[in-house]
């Protein structure tokens, strides 16, 4: 009867490790604690999905061969996923066990690198070694091969392109990149391979980077900055042209002097501001290359706090003000 005991509670053991290795904490800042919501309101509501199509699912996300706005998002998360893992993950959805909000929020910044860490690009860069050898001024003599991003003489048309490898792990796994200078927009760290390009139907930046969510899944928050409208009230009253309550041109199109306008007041929004959808104008994926020059730029004020945050909206504010 012992060695009875003794063996289920093995094999509860296991299979309690099985479930908790794959654990679906990571997965409710967008599915829901119980998997109720259409992440990034594209996917289907997972609990409505049978056990045989959610491993259907998963399997073809891992392989490719499924899925659609999502599949370059999901490809990567469910990478590392073995078919018992997966197999234990649909068992927990159709099990109906949500997940709570701490645990969630634990799990994803357990997980995610990039909450601990930070890399600095331009190290190398930076070399003081690099910038010693590569210090044009001290040169006796500046030949072609070296003025210049060519590398080579002017006579010469054999200039190959950069050969940029933009292979980068997939969003959740990589390691924030520290900002260049203070308030620098973030540049993007991990692989946006499915998630480009933004259009005003489709932001799958939002599903991650937006505040209520980004905590959950250890993403960087979009900052408040981005849900503040800056530009003044503008109207057309009578035929003239009105900014906040002053008449700057006529029908015409006599646009006036607008230097002297001030902003009443900066509006915050519910929403994300629409100058600022298009995360891609600013944030850009970056590429493993090796650069044709030193860099000896340094940026003043740049804490370790602001290597990874942003306090924009107050300089913005400040300005306002």
Do not use: W
């Amino acid at each position: 009867m012992t060695k009875v005991i003794k063996v289920m509670a093995l094999g509860s053991l296991l299979a309690a490790s099985a479930l908790y290795g794959a654990s679906t904490a990571a997965c409710a800042g967008c599915h829901g604690q119980h998997f109720e919501k259409a992440a990034m309101g594209k996917s289907k509501i997972v609990k409505d999905m049978s056990k045989a199509d959610i491993l259907v699912a998963l399997k073809g996300y891992k392989a490719g061969t499924y899925g659609g706005a999502m599949k370059g998002l999901m490809k990567g998360q469910v990478a590392s996923l073995s078919d018992a893992d997966m197999k234990a993950i649909a068992e927990m959805i159709k099990g109906g066990a949500g997940t709570a909000t701490d645990k969630a929020t634990a799990h994803a910044a357990a997980a995610a690198v990039a909450v601990s860490k930070v890399i600095d690009i331009n190290a190398k860069v930076c070399d003081p070694e690099r910038i010693k050898k590569e210090d044009l001024g001290n040169k006796k003599e500046v030949g072609e091969e070296v003025l210049g991003l060519r590398k080579t003489t002017l006579f010469d048309e054999d200039v190959k392109p950069v050969d940029g490898k933009f292979d980068r792990p997939a969003p959740g796994a990589a390691p924030k990149f520290e900002r260049a200078y203070v308030n620098a927009p973030p540049m993007i760290p991990h692989s946006v391979d499915g998630l480009l390009p933004i259009t005003k139907d489709n932001n799958q930046c939002l599903g991650c980077h937006m505040p209520d969510v980004a905590k959950g899944v250890g993403a960087t928050s979009i900052p408040p900055s981005h849900f503040t409208n800056y530009r003044p009230t503008t109207v057309l009253k009578d035929g003239e042209l009105v900014k906040e309550g002053k008449k700057v041109g006529i029908a015409k199109g006599d646009m006036g002097n607008v230097s002297d306008i001030k902003l009443a007041k900066a509006k915050k929004l519910d929403h994300l501001y629409q100058g600022r959808f298009n995360c891609s104008q600013c944030h850009a994926p970056q590429a493993n290359v090796k650069t044709a020059v030193a860099n000896t730029f340094r940026s003043d004020g740049l804490t370790d706090d602001l290597k990874t945050h942003s306090n924009l909206i107050d300089m913005m504010n400040a300005g306002v003000q």
